[in-house]
């Protein structure tokens, strides 16, 4: 068998795999809930208020860290 035909077998194949699992497996599969308010929040504000203070501060610490660098 060619090269090209091996590869032109295997490709077929695995779109047909893929299809078989989209019909099958994947009929099923569910992304979670995006929380909206959060998303508008940080793409009107650019920063996210109900973030923890002990992540906020964390993240501070390694900016100033970074910058001594």
Do not use: W
Not at 38 to 52: D, K, N
């Amino acid at each position: 068998m060619a090269f090209l035909d091996k590869q032109s077998l295997l490709f077929v194949d695995t779109a047909d795999m893929l299809a078989r699992m989209a019909r099958d497996t994947l009929v099923h599969a569910r992304l979670p809930n995006f929380h909206i308010p959060a998303a508008v929040e940080v793409l009107t504000t650019g920063t996210y208020g109900r973030l923890p203070a002990c992540i906020r501060v964390s993240m501070h610490e390694k900016k100033y860290i970074y910058t001594k660098i």
